[in-house]
């Protein structure tokens, strides 16, 4: 069983940055991939990038790849997402999620956070 918290999200300007925590429990998170997804309003659940357990690849959508990067530090149990330059079209609820396998397709995940609401103004 792993339990996830997300924090750091905000209102922010265009341009600017945030950095994005995910906090989680259990005694093997570090095999666990963990995905960060977000939800817009109106708009279906969209994965925006993950890292993987023992290795720690990653990977990133088409729209935020070399202004988002995901990290983890499996002594404090916590992955980030630091997000720059932000735009008006990232507002949405961030979730982070953790899944024994590799596949990011949202279906993979087993436990979810509550999110976290990042709102970009232009």
């Known amino acids: 069983q792993v339990q996830l918290v997300e924090s750091g999200g905000g209102l922010v300007q265009a341009g600017d940055s945030l950095r994005l925590s995910c906090a989680a429990s259990?005694?093997?998170?570090?095999?666990?991939?963990i995905g960060w997804f977000r939800q817009a309003p109106g708009k279906e659940r969209e994965w925006v990038a993950g890292i993987m357990g023992i290795g720690g690849r990653t990977s990133y959508a088409e729209s935020v790849k070399g202004r988002f990067t995901i990290s983890r530090d499996d002594s404090k149990n916590t992955v980030y997402l630091q997000m720059n330059n932000l735009k008006p079209e990232d507002t949405a609820v961030y979730y982070c999620a953790a899944a024994r396998g590799e596949d990011m397709r949202a279906s993979f995940f087993d436990y979810w956070g509550q999110g976290t609401q990042v709102t970009v103004s232009s």
């Open positions: 259990g005694r093997t998170f570090s095999r666990y991939t």
